[in-house]
């Protein structure tokens, strides 16, 4: 392991884990240098594992050992370099106590394009979208869209959510948080690396390329027209698109124009609506696959 001591906050070698607290800095830092920050050993090893390469990481002396570990995994890792510090210097650059193992400043993977990812995806040649009698044992397809969620928080549990509920994928608009953001990656422990995603161009428009490839698009809003969660289960759908709005206003008006269903969470003791990681976790659980 290419260990480095570094005694100094000022040295330029840390610039990739300077002012971490400051949000507007790394969405605009993050995408224009490909880098993101990956949090703690657990973190580091499960995108390790999904094939990102750390450019260097940021470490104290009781981490060294389960960095190493993670490390001497990677071919070539010698190269990458860890550098040491202590613990007052880790909080001086980042901002904040540094407690949980470790940071690594990752390379970003290139996203693949929707027509990419849904090439992995099973699904039908029935456009419809819907199961016949004798194909209901079949594996469903579901897909999550969040469209403009701007908290991180509720971005990475989403994922984390959509990871523990066998979605096959995630689509972000360009109006959403971003997924390899520190927090997201945090929250989600990880998963963002486990459930395969990319950015949808032209939304609403591209909803059209699903559409084509069998899915059933429904969009979870309080609007009018809208049919019960366990109605859209009842029906059947096996391959299903889950559209989740932004916090504030949920849906947007030309993406409720272009859904196939317009669905809610029913409801009681006078609640009218769910924080949307909470309702994204109740619509994985109600669709997922649950046999013949």
């Known amino acids: 392991m290419n260990l480095v001591p570094l005694s100094d906050a000022a040295d330029p070698r840390l610039d990739d884990y300077r002012g971490l607290t400051d949000v507007a800095l790394r969405r605009v830092r993050e995408p224009q240098g490909g880098l993101y920050i ?4 657990k973190v580091i090893a499960r995108a390790v594992a999904a094939g990102h390469v750390p450019r260097s990481v940021l470490t104290q002396r009781r981490w060294v050992d389960g960095i190493r570990e993670i490390l ?35 390379h970003r993977p290139a996203l693949p ?44 549990a989403a994922f984390r959510s959509a990871a523990a509920m066998g979605v096959d994928a995630v689509l972000v608009t360009r109006g959403c948080a971003d997924p390899l953001y520190r927090r997201s990656v945090r929250v989600s422990m990880g998963t963002v690396f ?14 059209q390329e699903l559409k ?24 059947g759908h096996e391959n299903l698109a889950l559209v989740f709005g932004s916090e504030g206003h949920g849906l947007t008006t030309a993406t409720d124009r272009v ?22 976790a109740v619509a994985f659980y109600a669709t997922r696959e649950v046999g013949p």
């Open 113 to 156: 394009t929707m027509a990419e990812m849904l090439d992995g995806i099973r699904v039908p040649a029935d456009r419809s979208g819907s199961l016949s009698s004798e194909r209901r044992g079949c594996v469903r397809s579901r897909i999550a869209i969040l469209e403009d969620l701007n908290e991180h928080t509720n971005v990475g």
């Open 72 to 106: 001497d995994a990677m071919p070539g890792d010698g190269e990458i370099p860890v550098y040491l510090v202590p613990d007052e210097v880790a909080e001086s650059v980042t901002g904040y106590a540094v407690h949980r193992g470790a940071l690594a400043s990752m």
């Open 38 to 41: 990956a949090e703690s050993a």
């Open 194 to 207: 486990q459930v395969p995603w990319t950015r949808i161009d032209d939304f609403p428009r591209g909803l």
């Open 212 to 235: 084509d490839a069998g899915y059933v698009v429904a969009g979870m809003t309080l609007g009018e027209g809208a049919i019960t969660l366990d109605d859209l289960v009842a029906e």
């Open 259 to 280: 859904v196939d269903r317009r669905v809610t969470i029913p409801m009681e003791g006078g609640v009218d609506s769910l924080n949307v990681a909470a309702a994204s």
